[in-house]
DNA sequence: AGATAAAAATGAAACGATTCATTTACGGGA
DNA sequence: TCCCGTAAATGAATCGTTTCATTTTTATCT
């Protein structure tokens, strides 16, 4: 028994392929005729193929989406959020994952390029115009999310990383730190080195030295967070830990866990994205939280300007972060 | 400038239709001829078509992946092995989330069958086979994941939620327990009627009664295993929680921290699914948990011989689960 | 050079839908 | 009953590939 096809509607009510057609589209059919319809297509079984569709109409009603992992809470939250909001539009979302791993994230653009989406939303991992000459030739919108790279055909929903960690770290300067770790990924250039960008203003601002950075760089696992963590907690006199990511603030506080580490008597903590981190552990990390709902939001409400504007033109935008202060900062002034 | 099809590379090339076919399937060509080709390929930019030759191909090396909210993780990391596991194999995953809502999971069926996948796997909320009368029309092979539907025309993976439930609760009633409160998800009909099951039959084996059931119900939300939590802490006399899925028990701990509830001196607690709860929560937690790997590769590795066989003969796995002791079970013996 | 087998190349038909310019059917007014 | 305007139905052409039975080219051996 071989799939039903319209021509088999057809032969089964004495219709025409044009008013099968019309009707599996929404149109008017005389009733006696959308009865006949409705039963054939109950009985066959029948279901639009929507390959042959999307061959002669060129719209799939598609989003393709490119994540890093799905297991990185952050950005499936995100992900998670935009899916509901695009579904809600009668937009699917198709979702990949890069693994970190440049050249399987431009295989998943080109396989969604072939696939016909109508749109590609994209948390990148690569780090230079170059590695997305493949976006030049894409008729379709795109969207980097959490990364803007100069000179990509793209738009870019970013939040200030840049001034947000220099704030935070001004803030625990005023606390009277100055032998501070920043941890940084990098798995996730962008992000890295914009964060790593404000904590150098901040020291600069607070008349500090080059000589006075400790900066480690870690890739997107928890356990290189973990080991990165554990040798500037027993190898350095560092009175703060700034994990600068998601990933890394989980690997911190494992350490912490792991090794019995008072905070913030023995060492001060500040993290970064808030999923699930402060529900479970206590004392409550001091974190800094992008706002993943207006991400999200602001994603979608682009993704229609830009599939119904006639001349795409791409912008970036830039998101505000807030600094939750919890109860990891010792003040040691 | 529309998008090239292999008529323009006939066109450029003098090459015909079926050459081209040929060499863009992995074909041989004289030396000459294949450079031309190659050029104008990348002149064109050309790009095969996955719509035109699903189309005739019926083959789509594609995967279905319906989960339930990508920001549940004990999913994510299964699926995150799985996309990895059939990508190493040459085939894509499609991800799409039903959010708890079987219309919406029904729905991402539909759209997965005219969208011509090769393959299913499902993480289903739906309870009766009923539900799933979609799927006998289904030509391609179906997997359910941490869920078995009696009558449902499909592969099921599954791990024995009732004999470690039963064997957590009778090590718990060894410690002394006798007012021990489970949390049940409505959302995971299947695993948690299975693990009601086995709480029950523990209580049975250890001589108590129906009267010392303490039974509460939530639906698959940290918030809900957060109040459900607060209810049995604050209101009852219960000596143990056992939240008995992934998001109460991070519900749970979350309580904990924000009440500051001593573990195990106030209550013991039991927990399911350890994924990132033990490196983020002290005291360790003590916690059932189900093999991730083991799901995964199983879903694969069946996959592929359902896939190749001509008379699918559907079966039901039943993998171990591990209950690994940490410290927020008391001995009140 | 000729014969022959193997390798390459050809191109029409097919996949299952949509489109659109025409044709047919219907209902109401004179 | 006839006419006419509107609504409904028609079906050939099309989308961009793959397939496969044939034909053409190339290489090898006498």
New binding site residues.
């Given amino acids: 028994m ?7 509607l057809c032969d089964e009510t ?12 929404g149109g ?3 009733e ?2 959308r009865k006949k319809l409705d039963e054939a297509i109950e009985r066959l079984n ?4 929507e ?3 999307g ?4 719209r799939t009603r598609t989003v393709g989406i490119i994540t890093t992992r799905l297991d990185n809470l952050f950005y499936s939250s995100i992900i998670s959020d935009v899916e509901t909001k695009l579904y809600e539009k009668g937009y699917a979302a198709i979702i990949k994952e890069s693994g970190y791993d440049l050249s399987k994230e431009i295989k998943g653009i080109e396989w969604f390029l072939s696939r016909r989406v109508d749109a590609l939303i994209i948390i990148p991992v690569g780090r230079k115009k170059e590695d997305y000459e493949i976006l030049n030739e894409a008729e379709v919108p795109v969207l980097f999310l959490d990364s803007y790279i100069e000179g990509v055909r793209c738009e870019s929903i970013v939040t200030d990383n840049e001034e947000i960690s220099r704030h935070a770290i001004d803030w625990l300067i005023s606390k009277g730190h100055k032998k501070i770790s920043i941890i940084l990924d990098k798995d996730n250039p962008y992000t890295a080195e914009r964060r790593l960008e404000g904590y150098k203003q901040a020291f600069k601002e607070n008349g500090m030295e080059e000589e006075d950075y400790r900066i480690y760089r870690i890739n997107e696992s928890i356990d290189s967070g973990y080991a990165v963590a554990k040798q500037i907690v027993t190898e350095t006199d560092s009175t703060a830990i700034f994990a600068s990511n998601y990933i890394s603030t989980v690997g911190v506080v494992y350490l912490l866990n792991e090794l019995d580490i008072r905070v913030p008597e023995d060492i001060s903590v500040l993290g970064f994205d808030d999923i699930l981190i402060t529900s479970l552990y206590r004392p409550k990390l001091t974190i800094i939280n992008q706002p993943i709902e207006k991400i999200s939001q602001l994603a979608v409400d682009r993704l229609f300007e830009l599939l119904s504007e006639e001349n795409k033109e791409y912008k970036t935008h830039l998101l505000e972060n807030e600094l939750i202060i919890g109860k990891t900062v010792a003040d040691i002034n």
Same sequence: chains 1, 2.
């Fill in positions: 071989k799939k039903a096809t319209m021509r088999d004495g219709l025409s392929l044009g008013t099968v057609s019309k009707y599996l589209n008017q059919l005389k006696k005729n029948y279901r639009v193929d390959y042959a569709r061959l002669i109409t060129n």
